[in-house]
Nanobody
Framework: VQLQASGGGLAQAGGSLRLSCAASGRTFRSYAMGWFRQAPGKEREFVAAISWGGGSTYYADSVKGRFTISRDNAKNTVNLQMNSLKREDTAVYYC?????????????????WGQGTQVTVSS
């Protein structure tokens, strides 16, 4: 599976951005998908994940209620809608695919990674 993340950019605090991750391969619907992020000088951290069928989602406490993960298996895409953005959301965001069907916040659970897209939130 090859993953291509897009949609990053500059937003003001309180604003919104929508990230997308396009996946290649006919087995996309077999993978749980996740989003992670890495801020400058910090380790990569979990953001959100969704099961292969989309029926189960999981969020980091820091984004719960503000971010929404969704997927469209017909289009081989997974999205991350980010609302009420905060300066601390500034990071490079990565999408990832896991052979484990259930959504996971554990980085080592993921087998494939996209290249990352920069999100910058200004005050």
């Amino acid at each position: 599976v090859q993953l291509q993340a897009s949609g990053g950019g500059l937003a003001q605090a309180g604003g919104s951005l929508r990230l997308s991750c396009a996946a290649s391969g006919r087995t996309f619907r077999s993978y749980a998908m996740g989003w992670f992020r890495q801020a400058p000088g910090k380790e990569r951290e979990f953001v959100a994940a969704i099961s292969w069928g989309g029926g189960s989602t999981y969020y980091a406490d820091s984004v719960k209620g503000r971010f929404t993960i969704s997927r469209d298996n017909a289009k081989n895409t997974v999205n991350l809608q980010m609302n009420s953005l905060k300066r601390e959301d500034t990071a490079v965001y990565y999408c990832a695919a896991s052979r484990i069907a259930s959504p996971s916040g554990i980085e080592v659970s993921y087998d494939y990674w996209g290249q990352g897209t920069q999100v910058t939130v200004s005050s």
